[in-house]
């Protein structure tokens, strides 16, 4: 996989990556290195090694360069979609063990909701709430966008816990997470959005605010930013 993959590298596209994933010093992304990958061509080589062994999965997530860690992700991904309950489980219990790799928001993004989120739709989810509370930005967002699983089946209850623990969040992909997940609860019952909102909105980050009211109308938009609810 990684011979496959490090001969579709780009060095022009590698630096752009770099930049655009801020991977400098005192960056979330510091250290990380880049094939110069796009995401789609990525995508392209699941079906190729979609049957590859789940040790050999684990061993490229651990590897130092973005891309080859978002391959890693896509194949759990496509191995819990097409697992039977014992499979799923091996590959929620890895990723899990394994999400120190998960390590930018892109590829939890690409696998939060299709892993975390089915395996404790039907149990326990205190673990959410536990990575909500973690010193750690990307179990943080995990907890986070976890729920858009749940939101997608109309149930926001976690999604709106999880949001009121993270309003005072410091860092800006936090407040890009709860404010994209609020809209996304939006887009299904306003009415829960804006019961929310109401209680929250003069003390959330702007950056979440605006995430979370995108796609309101523009004269309510303003209301919120001007604090005029």
Same mark, same amino acid.
């Given at each position: 996989m990684q011979a496959a993959l490090r001969a579709l590298g780009d060095a022009a596209i590698a630096e752009h990556s770099a930049g655009f =994933? !801020? $991977? +400098? !010093? +005192?960056? &979330? +992304?510091?250290g990380d290195r880049f094939l110069g990958i796009r995401v789609p @061509?990525? #995508?392209k080589q699941v079906s190729r090694f979609r049957d590859a062994s789940l040790r050999s999965v684990l061993a490229l997530l651990r590897s130092q360069y973005h891309e080859e860690r978002m391959l890693a992700v896509l194949l759990l991904v496509e191995k819990y979609r097409r697992g039977d309950a014992?499979? !799923?489980? #091996? @590959? =929620? /219990? $890895? &990723?899990? $063990?394994? *999400? $120190?790799f998960v390590n930018n928001w892109d590829l939890v993004d690409s696998s939060a909701h299709l892993i975390v989120g089915p395996q404790l739709q039907d149990g326990d989810r205190n673990l959410l709430y536990e990575l909500a509370g973690s010193k750690s930005l990307w179990d943080r967002r995990i907890a986070m966008m976890a729920t858009f699983h749940y939101i997608r089946?109309? /149930?926001f209850s976690d999604a709106l816990q999880i949001a009121a623990l993270l309003l005072d969040d410091e860092h800006d992909l936090i407040h890009k997470s709860v404010g994209w997940m609020l809209r996304e609860i939006g887009k *299904? /019952? *306003?009415?829960v959005e804006e019961r929310f909102l109401e209680r929250h909105y003069r003390g959330m980050p702007r950056t979440m605010l605006r995430y979370a009211i995108e796609k309101f109308p523009a004269a309510r938009r303003k209301a919120y930013l001007h604090g005029k609810i």
């Open positions: =994933f !801020k $991977s +400098g !010093k +005192g960056e &979330y +992304g510091e @061509v990525i #995508r014992a499979t !799923k489980q #091996r @590959v =929620f /219990d $890895s &990723y899990l $063990s394994h *999400r $120190s089946n109309q /149930d *299904r /019952d *306003r009415a």
